[in-house]
């Protein structure tokens, strides 16, 4: 037979662990759509790089345009002028800019006919703002599911959206969505990858779920597989406090006495459990 310590931890761990999250909840009315303003039109760098190296504006670029606007020799225009006709179309341009652009590759802007080299486009944090559809200055869950789409990206804003949100505001402001497109960038894949120290380093930070307004509050959730004493230790102070159990438990009501659990397992008397007296309670040295 358990010990009465050991009966409290288990029926604790079955009640928050086990019972599938949201179970006995009334779904919560979605919340009524606010109305959005239209983002604003993204600049087209390749037609604009294309008219400043077009010396003449004739509609195309030679190789006497292209060396001076965009450093290119005979063997780098070819890779432009995909044809052979000794000319570069709007298109030809645009497909080898865009395939540069999509490889993570570097274009340089081109150098006007005055010898002053073009702005380039924004940041790489200001290029995600473009898909800040409400003009908030950042990006929310579905605004970085769009930017992640348009990349072709796999990974998904929900594991994203923590790991870069800094603040804890649930969105990416510029500083943040740049350390976002630095981490997303291809040329970071020929870097060693740091490894984590441990399963709860890789796998143990909280993700908070999706807040919309009017939708009844629901516990984060941590991705797994992590040890029941990091699951139930929500904010990782070392101790299982009465914040933590009753954070985890919404947005059930469950019939479990937080205060006689702690009162039984907390043997130092410092408020929560630590790793040392919940090994104990489950009988374990």
């Not at 600049?43 to 010396?55: G, L, R, S």
């Amino acid at each position: 037979m358990l010990p009465a310590s050991s009966a409290l931890v288990l029926a604790l761990l079955s009640a928050l662990l086990g019972a599938p999250q949201g179970r006995g909840a009334k779904p919560a009315k979605p919340a009524k759509p606010t109305e959005r303003a239209e983002p604003a039109a993204e600049e087209d760098v390749a037609q604009k790089y294309f008219e400043i190296a077009d010396y003449d504006s004739n509609g195309w670029i030679t190789i006497s345009e292209a060396k001076p606007s965009l450093n290119l020799d005979r063997r780098s225009f070819a890779l432009f002028d995909a044809d052979g006709d000794g000319r570069i179309s709007p298109a030809e341009f645009r497909a080898r800019y865009e395939k540069l652009q999509k490889g993570g590759g570097d274009f340089p802007a081109p150098i006007g006919k005055g010898g002053a080299r073009a702005s380039g486009p924004s940041t790489p944090g200001e290029l995600a703002l473009r898909f800040d559809k409400d003009g908030d200055g950042a990006l929310d869950r579905s605004e970085l599911r769009e930017l992640l789409t348009q990349l072709h990206s796999r990974l998904e804003a929900d594991i994203l959206l923590p790991k870069f949100d800094r603040d804890g505001n649930r969105r990416l402001e510029k500083d943040e969505l740049a350390e976002l497109t630095a981490f997303l960038d291809p040329a970071r894949r020929s870097q060693p990858k740091p490894h984590a120290a441990s399963i709860e380093e890789l796998f143990g930070k909280p993700i908070p779920r999706e807040a919309r307004k009017g939708a009844i509050e629901i516990a984060p959730m941590i991705p797994g597989p992590v040890p029941s004493f990091r699951r139930l230790d929500l904010d990782n102070d070392g101790k299982i406090t009465a914040e933590d159990l009753l954070a985890l438990q919404r947005p059930m009501q469950l019939p479990v006495r937080y205060a006689a659990v702690l009162a039984t397992l907390d043997t130092n008397g410092d408020g929560g459990i630590d790793a040392t007296e919940f090994a104990a309670s489950m009988g374990q040295r």
